[in-house]
């Protein structure tokens, strides 16, 4: 776990007691905020591009709530024609990666997630 903390600057999801939206999640989602969150990666949009390239088994598609586990860098991607201040405004930050987890082994998931932020340290 503290290895995480040295490579994933933050995460957003509505499950989390930090997060702005704990509240609402726990009042119109009972069973649950569902499994799309995004964090913020070391190295931002550099980072955030070799995290992407590395990954082995998550799927690099802009779409959510797929029975896949789906992995997308917005700054680099479906955000890539706006400008920095315009990304910001839009809430799209250069270290930010979206996922959306899908039906597959949960330690297959992990292990890709793992080796994938170990290689975008890499220099």
Do not use: C
């Not at 009972?30 to 995004?38: E, L, Q, T, Y």
């Not at 550099?46 to 896949?68: M, P, Q, T, Y």
Request: net charge neutral; aromatic share 8%.
């Amino acid at each position: 776990m503290t290895y995480y903390r040295q490579l994933v600057t933050w995460v957003n999801y509505p499950g989390l007691p930090g997060s702005k939206y704990f509240d609402l999640a726990k009042k119109y989602l009972p069973k649950g905020p569902g499994a799309v969150f995004s964090f913020g990666i070391k190295g931002g949009n550099d980072a955030g591009k070799k995290f992407i390239d590395n990954l082995k088994l998550l799927s690099h598609l802009a779409n959510v709530g797929d029975a896949r586990s789906l992995v997308i860098h917005p700054s680099s991607t479906t955000h890539q024609q706006l400008s920095e201040a315009e990304q910001a405004a839009a809430g799209v930050l250069p270290d930010m990666i979206r996922l959306s987890i899908g039906l597959e082994d949960s330690e297959d998931l992990l292990w890709d997630i793992d080796q994938a932020l170990t290689a975008s340290q890499q220099k």
